[in-house]
């Protein structure tokens, strides 16, 4: 940690040289290029007075840059108007500033790798500090260091991607904007499907069917178009998720696989599910608990080393927020809001799952709705109370369609459902 931080004093000034000779380079990289691109602190400066000429509309060049940093002050700071002379002249042309950009972007990046390595080592040693914290915040930085700028689009350019995407909507019949498929008709059709950066939510009253949808719906994208899928769980173990999976997809009873009463054609529907299930990219974090910072960190492990598009969490209200713990109703809403923020950080769908109560309202929290994407409501249909597995997935919210109210069958004796078209 005590070498000396890469820089390239020379690609330093060769950038700011084009700067100073051409108003485009400028133009180009106002948006990307903050201070913190530039090793010495003379020319952050330089930078910082043409940035701000330019946005004020001023002109730019060496005498105009030299007077904006008298009058700033600044110009003995940074060695003088000899300096800024020798920056201006030192290369002839500025048909190589890109060239100059990306090795100081290059040095930058390396620069900012190691400051983040030292505080991690240094926050290490702290033992006043709380592992769990230590790890969400080494891997909030890791993950920021990838991160760039929000980039500015005209509206021009923004429409002709739009129109391309509209296009080949109507050459696939509105698949391209559609995520991966849950395996109901119906449901994807309202939602558009598990679609990266959204939060869907799916409630249900206690033993009511929510989980077992639930995970046949995301196990579903893995099974069928081998999309890597993850099930956090503080409810079921992992065996018993699996004895769900394995019953629904091979269409054996239940309770005949955990009694090992499995008839001879049953055999061979069990072997074939293991041989397939066993290659999926499925992953299952079974934990009695788990904290919201330990989640945020989860998560982000998952799409780093298991690259999984899909997490669905069960269920809301057992995992445990930052807050007053006597207000759950405060503690609800900030699992929901990480969520969310944690679907568009990681670019990936989050199915998170709620639990409500005996009169079919969400339990303590009122602000599903205004972060998800869409809330199912897997309730009993009304319509059929002779029938006592039939029941409703209600969508009773939607940013992107119809709330509508899908019938559903569900199977008991294999834990699973089936759409009623």
């Not at 000034?13 to 990307?32: H, P």
């Not at 639930?214 to 503080?234: C, E, G």
């Not at 910072?293 to 998560?299: G, T």
């Amino acid at each position: 940690m005590n070498t000396t931080l890469p820089h390239d004093m020379e690609a330093e000034k060769g950038f700011l040289s084009s700067a100073m000779q051409d108003i485009r380079v400028i133009e180009k990289t106002i948006e990307k290029l903050t201070p913190e691109f530039f090793h010495f602190d003379s020319h952050k400066i330089i930078w910082n007075a043409i940035s701000q000429m330019w946005l004020e509309k001023n002109p730019v060049d060496m005498l105009t840059v030299i007077s904006f940093l008298r009058s700033s002050g600044e110009l003995d700071r940074i060695g003088g108007d000899h300096y800024v002379s020798e920056l201006y002249t030192i290369v002839y042309s500025s048909a190589n500033w890109t060239s100059y950009f990306e090795t100081i972007k290059d040095c930058m990046v390396r620069r900012k790798i190691l400051s983040v390595c030292k505080r991690m080592m240094n926050d290490a040693v702290d033992r006043t500090k709380d592992p769990i914290e230590l790890q969400e915040e080494a891997s909030k930085d890791i993950v920021s260091m990838s991160s760039t700028r929000t980039e500015v689009k005209h509206i021009g350019e923004v429409l002709n991607s739009c129109i391309n995407r509209w296009e080949e909507a109507a050459v696939t019949n509105g698949a391209v904007n559609r995520g991966h498929s849950s395996g109901f008709m119906k449901w994807d059709m309202a939602t558009r499907g598990f679609r990266p950066r959204t939060l869907h939510i799916i409630a249900g009253a206690a033993k009511a069917g929510k989980t077992t949808s639930s995970l046949q719906m995301v196990t579903n994208s893995a099974f069928n178009d081998n999309v890597p899928v993850a099930v956090i769980s503080m409810e079921m173990s992992a065996e018993e998720l699996v004895d769900k999976y394995i019953a629904a997809t091979s269409r054996i009873a239940l309770s005949d696989l955990l009694d090992g009463k499995l008839k001879n054609e049953d055999h061979k529907k069990l072997s074939a599910a293991i041989n397939k299930s066993s290659k999926l990219p499925i992953y299952i974090v079974d934990e009695a608990s788990m904290t919201v910072a330990q989640f945020k960190a989860r998560c982000r492990r998952l799409v780093t080393e298991q690259k999984v598009e899909i997490i669905m969490v069960d269920y809301a209200q057992l995992m445990e927020a930052s807050g007053d713990p006597k207000n759950r109703e405060r503690e609800v809403a900030e699992v929901s809001r990480t969520a969310k923020i944690i679907s568009k950080e990681l670019n990936v769908c989050i199915v998170l799952l709620a639990q409500l109560n005996e009169n079919g309202s969400v339990r303590e929290s009122r602000t599903f709705y205004m972060d998800c994407d869409s809330f199912t409501k897997v309730i009993p249909d009304e319509e059929k109370r002779d029938d006592p597995y039939a029941y409703i997935m209600h969508v009773t919210h939607n940013r992107h369609g119809g709330t509508p109210m899908i019938p559903f069958k569900f199977i008991k004796h294999q834990a699973r459902f089936e759409e009623q078209i």
